[in-house]
């Protein structure tokens, strides 16, 4: 988050100690990115919606619930609450790492496959995760794929792992759900 508050700052000082009225190359290109710096910040912070909302760059009503969706399901992950993250999917669901993809039957098979994952495989000391960054891919009214960049940290609040992942959703009785996950 200071990397981000940085690059404002950065922008901001840049805005104003410009002694001409017509915007200098650096500014225009400055500018073009303040809504992707902000818009991820946005996605991050509880004031989000207002900094979208200045910024003119809102997303639409199936974005943000997906992207609702991944992080509700990446603090069940975090708090070790399989119950509540077998809920974000629909059976089965298929887990490709690009070697050999798994396909899981039903919630018990997902629940022993996340407890695996998350109390066995994961790096030495993991706390939590961050959403980075994304891009939203809506294909049709009932099929959205999101890609994923976040990073782990450990409890000293130190990065631990950069991942990537792609998560395909599905429309499942007016409901968005987890069908397949491919991690990068």
């Known amino acids: 988050m200071n990397f981000i508050k940085k690059k404002i700052c950065l922008i901001f000082l840049i805005h104003f100690i410009s002694y001409s ?13 303040i809504p992707n710096i902000l818009g991820n910040m946005a996605d991050q912070t509880p004031f989000g919606v207002g900094i979208r909302s200045l910024l003119g760059n809102k997303k639409s009503q199936v974005e943000s619930t997906i992207v609702n969706l991944w992080i509700k ?18 059976y089965p669901v298929v887990f490709n790492n690009l070697e050999e993809p798994v396909t899981i ?19 030495e000391d993991y706390k939590y995760s961050i959403l980075n960054k994304y891009n939203f891919i809506k294909l ?34 007016t409901k968005w759900k987890l069908f397949e996950v491919t991690t990068l």
């Not at 039903?106 to 994961?122: A, G, H, M, P, W």
């Open 140 to 173: 049709n009214d009932d099929f959205v794929i999101l890609d994923v960049h976040y990073s782990r940290y450990n409890s000293k609040y130190k990065k631990i792992f950069f991942g990537r992942g792609l998560f395909y959703y599905k429309k499942v009785n």
């Open 105 to 123: 039957k039903n919630k018990d098979q997902l629940v022993s496959r996340y407890k695996t994952l998350r109390e066995e495989k994961i790096q």
């Open 73 to 90: 399901y990446n603090k069940a992950f975090e708090y070790k609450d399989y119950d509540i993250l077998s809920n974000y999917f629909s």
């Open 21 to 33: 009225q017509q915007e200098s190359d650096i500014e225009k290109i400055l500018l073009k990115k």
